[in-house]
């Protein structure tokens, strides 16, 4: 691994530097967490579990299955005679060969599974759904099936998963949509689609997994500017400020990062003010982390630059005593933000915009 400067940090396995991009802040979903094995009994257990469970560890495990085998699971899937636990077998194995080898997602796609994969996505079925849905995310782990994916028409169905799914699926989906948004003229049409408001209910309302995928997917559809009204209006800042003011969230950092995002645009900062969350952001300038004082201040200064209304909020705020301190204690681009902001706030009240 490559020496740090002092200027830059470790970040959910990504770095991060003073340079202010915080697009290296969160890692990517990675294939799914999801038991391979259900427990006997369970509506995806084979009839003889224990042999169903080894066969399937064996062939995710193989480097060298034959196509032929992908083209019978893709059959057995595409096949209207066969019951829906033949499916659900056969579509676990799809999933699993595509976990753990990039070959294998390649090889899987070309033989033809995209299509019928995104097909399960509407199956009535929920395990068989959630089947599809988590081979689709471990198919989008490869760039070149991204396009493909999308082109068979993966999107709404894994919108409406995100609505409706297991929470397994709706976590997958998420991580999905991820993926393909990764691709700059798939995001903004994710968006379109309806992606942000069942994540901004998945960040409020998920569990752990499911808010910590969530956050990871708006972070990159919000690298749309068009993403970030539909964020703001679809709620977005309350939860986000909720998780910034709960250490014990795990989510402090997660949604510091998202928050920064939405107020790049006025209709952001204008409902960050709203929801009080200029003394969650002030209260994290004072008390928080290294990154959490840095991503902080860089947000005040977003709210901050066009309005002598924020500013004087800010100041009210009691923000002028923690900034003096990080701006000369804080980490370079800290210091420096810390200095701009302070002096934002230290101009005579009548100059600059007043509007909110």
Same mark, same amino acid.
Not at 108 to 134: M, N
Not at 185 to 191: S, T, V, Y
Not at 197 to 212: Q, T
Not at 257 to 277: C, I, K, N, P, S
């Given at each position: 691994m490559?020496?740090?400067?002092p200027?830059?940090?470790?970040y959910?396995g990504?770095?991060?530097?003073d340079s202010?991009?915080?697009?290296?802040?969160?890692s990517?979903?990675n294939?799914?967490?999801?038991?391979?094995?259900?427990s006997?009994?369970?509506p995806?257990?084979?009839t003889?579990?224990?042999?169903?469970g080894l066969?399937r560890?064996?062939i995710?495990?193989?480097a060298?299955?034959s196509?032929?085998v992908?083209r019978?699971?893709i059959?057995?899937?595409?096949?209207p005679?066969?019951t829906?636990?033949?499916?659900r077998r056969a579509a676990m194995?799809l999933?699993?060969l595509?976990?753990?080898s990039s070959?294998?997602?390649?090889r899987?796609?070309a033989?033809?599974?995209v299509?019928?994969l995104v097909?399960l996505?509407s199956?009535?079925?929920?395990?068989?759904?959630?089947?599809g849905v988590?081979?689709?995310?471990?198919l989008?782990l490869?760039?070149?099936n991204?396009?493909?994916?999308?082109?068979?028409?993966?999107?709404?169905p894994?919108?409406?998963?995100?609505?409706?799914?297991?929470?397994a699926?709706?976590?997958?989906?998420?991580c999905?949509?991820l993926r393909?948004?990764?691709l700059d003229d798939? +995001?903004a049409?994710?968006?379109r689609s %309806? =992606? @942000?408001p069942p994540? $901004?209910? *998945?960040?409020?309302?998920g569990?752990?997994?499911?808010k910590?995928?969530a956050a990871?997917?708006?972070?990159?559809?919000l690298?749309?500017?068009?993403?970030?009204?539909?964020a703001?209006?679809?709620?977005i800042?309350r939860?986000l400020?909720?998780l910034?003011?709960?250490p014990?969230?795990?989510?402090?950092?997660k949604?510091?990062?998202?928050?920064?995002?939405?107020?790049?645009?006025?209709?952001?900062?204008?409902a960050?003010?709203?929801?009080?969350?200029?003394?969650v952001?002030?209260?994290?300038?004072e008390?928080?982390?290294?990154r959490?004082?840095?991503t902080a201040?860089?947000?005040l200064l977003?709210?901050?630059k066009?309005?002598?209304?924020? +500013?004087?909020?800010?100041?009210?705020? %009691? =923000? @002028?005593?923690?900034l $003096?301190? *990080?701006?000369?204690?804080?980490t370079?681009?800290?210091?420096e933000?810390?200095e701009?902001?302070?002096?934002?706030?230290?101009?005579?009240?009548?100059?600059?915009?007043?509007?909110?």
């Amino acid at each position: 691994m490559e020496a740090e400067s002092p200027s830059s940090y470790r970040y959910m396995g990504r770095s991060y530097s003073d340079s202010g991009d915080s697009s290296g802040a969160f890692s990517d979903c990675n294939s799914d967490h999801s038991g391979e094995f259900p427990s006997s009994g369970s509506p995806t257990s084979s009839t003889s579990s224990s042999g169903g469970g080894l066969h399937r560890l064996l062939i995710s495990c193989a480097a060298d299955y034959s196509d032929e085998v992908v083209r019978g699971l893709i059959s057995e899937i595409e096949s209207p005679s066969v019951t829906v636990e033949s499916q659900r077998r056969a579509a676990m194995e799809l999933r699993l060969l595509a976990k753990h080898s990039s070959e294998n997602r390649l090889r899987i796609a070309a033989a033809g599974a995209v299509g019928p994969l995104v097909a399960l996505l509407s199956h009535p079925d929920p395990q068989l759904q959630e089947h599809g849905v988590t081979a689709i995310l471990n198919l989008s782990l490869c760039d070149e099936n991204k396009a493909p994916i999308a082109a068979a028409g993966a999107i709404r169905p894994l919108i409406r998963i995100l609505r409706t799914g297991t929470p397994a699926a709706r976590e997958n989906a998420a991580c999905a949509l991820l993926r393909l948004a990764q691709l700059d003229d798939l +995001r903004a049409a994710i968006g379109r689609s %309806g =992606a @942000i408001p069942p994540l $901004v209910a *998945l960040l409020e309302f998920g569990g752990p997994r499911g808010k910590k995928d969530a956050a990871t997917a708006l972070f990159t559809l919000l690298a749309s500017r068009e993403n970030k009204a539909r964020a703001v209006e679809a709620g977005i800042v309350r939860p986000l400020l909720d998780l910034m003011a709960d250490p014990e969230s795990g989510m402090v950092d997660k949604a510091a990062y998202v928050l920064h995002a939405v107020v790049e645009v006025a209709e952001g900062r204008a409902a960050a003010v709203d929801e009080d969350g200029i003394p969650v952001l002030v209260e994290m300038v004072e008390r928080g982390t290294p990154r959490q004082k840095e991503t902080a201040v860089r947000s005040l200064l977003e709210i901050c630059k066009d309005s002598a209304v924020y +500013r004087k909020m800010v100041a009210h705020e %009691g =923000a @002028i005593p923690p900034l $003096v301190d *990080l701006s000369q204690s804080g980490t370079k681009k800290a210091k420096e933000k810390a200095e701009s902001l302070l002096e934002l706030l230290r101009q005579p009240r009548t100059t600059g915009n007043s509007h909110r």
